[in-house]
């Protein structure tokens, strides 16, 4: 009877250390992480596939046109980056991650939320330069783009479904910056029928605006790109087509309008997060913190309970011996 008692306080003990550690881990914001793309050397390389997935199974390609520069290995936010480049103006180098596969898959998903992270650097705050986009991001075509223009930064989606309603947005103005390390989310909220854009951890919010130009958090605007407002409408809605979409980072899917810049740290999550998920992630990756694999923790705690279920498995059958 003592064996056990002891045991059973034992279990409570590891038990609560357990609850602890799970409550200071950072496993909020990894919850429905779907894709990452580290951009750190050992997973990227030059050719099909060279750009390899730390999280998830889309690996992607750099592209690099002729007159284009791109390298690996520049130095990142969190270890390294890839560098892409344009020398004629005309075609630029980028990362083409493939269609019809798990990530565009979850960003083509009917009637359903994603989040999508990328850190990015640029060379010069001069022109229209894409960040992120599937499809060509033009106003009259389904798709999204995360695009800057000068010191300008643009989200804009087309849910396909025609009309001006199709269309949303948001826009921030005056606030990005050369040679320095900016961090753009951008969150599709299908539960409250709002786009959401964030720079550097500060976001537009939830509040839905159908009047171009109207002020929301942050010094953010509704509408951008030919898109009045940030209200999504309508049901059956997504932002791509999986069958005929690309995914591409830094360029379009024709090597146009691509960034000189760096890239770094892409994330793809299938819900919406949180403004404080989006806060706390940005803190831990500006301080050089990575983001783990979804349910590392989980799998840790998982493998202790059941060493421990099994401990106390066997001193009750020795107990009763």
Same mark, same amino acid.
């Given at each position: +009877?003592?064996?056990? +008692?002891?045991?059973?306080?034992?279990?409570?003990?590891?038990?609560?250390?357990?609850?602890? +550690?799970?409550?200071?881990?950072?496993?909020?914001?990894?919850?429905?992480?779907?894709?990452?793309?580290?951009?750190?050397?050992?997973?990227?390389?030059?050719?099909?596939?060279? $750009?390899?997935?730390?999280?998830?199974?889309?690996?992607?390609?750099?592209?690099?046109?002729?007159?284009?520069?791109?390298?690996?290995?520049?130095?990142?936010?969190?270890?390294?980056?890839?560098?892409?480049?344009?020398?004629?103006?005309?075609?630029?180098?980028?990362?083409?991650?493939?269609?019809?596969?798990?990530?565009?898959?979850?960003?083509?998903?009917?009637?359903?939320?994603?989040?999508?992270?990328?850190?990015?650097?640029?060379?010069?705050?001069?022109?229209?330069?894409?960040?992120?986009?599937?499809?060509?991001?033009?106003?009259?075509?389904?798709?999204?783009?995360?695009?800057?223009?000068?010191?300008? $930064?643009?989200?804009?989606?087309?849910?396909?479904?025609?009309?001006?309603?199709?269309?949303?947005?948001?826009?921030?103005?005056?606030?990005?910056?050369?040679?320095?390390?900016?961090?753009?989310?951008?969150?599709?909220?299908?539960?409250?029928?709002?786009?959401?854009?964030?720079?550097?951890?500060?976001?537009?919010?939830?509040?839905?605006?159908?009047?171009?130009?109207?002020?929301?958090?942050?010094?953010?605007?509704?509408?951008?790109?030919?898109?009045?407002?940030?209200?999504?409408?309508?049901?059956?809605?997504?932002?791509?087509?999986?069958?005929?979409?690309?995914?591409?980072?830094?360029?379009?899917?024709?090597?146009?309008?691509?960034?000189?810049?760096?890239?770094?740290? $892409?994330?793809?999550?299938?819900?919406?997060?949180?403004?404080?998920?989006?806060?706390? +992630?940005?803190?831990?990756?500006?301080?050089?913190?990575?983001?783990?694999?979804?349910?590392?923790?989980?799998?840790?705690?998982?493998?202790?309970?059941?060493?421990?279920?099994?401990?106390?498995?066997?001193?009750?059958?020795?107990?009763?011996?």
């Amino acid at each position: +009877m003592k064996k056990y +008692m002891k045991t059973n306080s034992k279990l409570l003990v590891a038990s609560a250390a357990i609850a602890l +550690m799970c409550s200071t881990a950072q496993a909020d914001y990894t919850d429905g992480l779907t894709n990452y793309w580290s951009l750190d050397n050992g997973l990227t390389a030059t050719g099909s596939g060279g $750009i390899q997935a730390s999280v998830g199974t889309v690996n992607g390609t750099l592209v690099a046109p002729t007159g284009s520069n791109p390298s690996l290995g520049a130095t990142g936010i969190i270890d390294q980056a890839v560098s892409l480049a344009g020398t004629d103006e005309t075609f630029f180098s980028n990362l083409n991650m493939g269609t019809n596969n798990a990530a565009t898959n979850v960003i083509s998903a009917i009637d359903s939320s994603f989040t999508l992270s990328v850190w990015f650097k640029l060379d010069s705050v001069t022109g229209y330069r894409r960040i992120a986009g599937i499809a060509n991001g033009s106003s009259a075509q389904q798709g999204f783009s995360i695009s800057v223009n000068n010191d300008d $930064i643009q989200i804009r989606g087309n849910t396909g479904l025609g009309g001006d309603s199709a269309k949303v947005g948001v826009g921030l103005n005056d606030k990005l910056s050369a040679d320095i390390w900016h961090n753009v989310v951008v969150v599709f909220d299908q539960t409250n029928n709002v786009v959401i854009g964030y720079l550097d951890g500060l976001g537009s919010g939830t509040t839905q605006e159908s009047v171009l130009g109207t002020a929301l958090l942050n010094d953010w605007v509704s509408g951008a790109g030919g898109a009045a407002s940030n209200t999504i409408s309508g049901t059956g809605t997504s932002f791509g087509n999986p069958t005929a979409n690309t995914l591409n980072f830094g360029g379009t899917s024709t090597s146009r309008s691509g960034m000189l810049g760096d890239l770094d740290e $892409i994330g793809l999550w299938n819900r919406a997060l949180s403004a404080s998920e989006i806060g706390e +992630m940005y803190t831990n990756q500006l301080n050089g913190t990575s983001i783990p694999e979804p349910s590392a923790t989980a799998t840790i705690v998982g493998l202790l309970a059941l060493s421990l279920v099994g401990s106390r498995t066997y001193h009750r059958r020795s107990n009763a011996r």
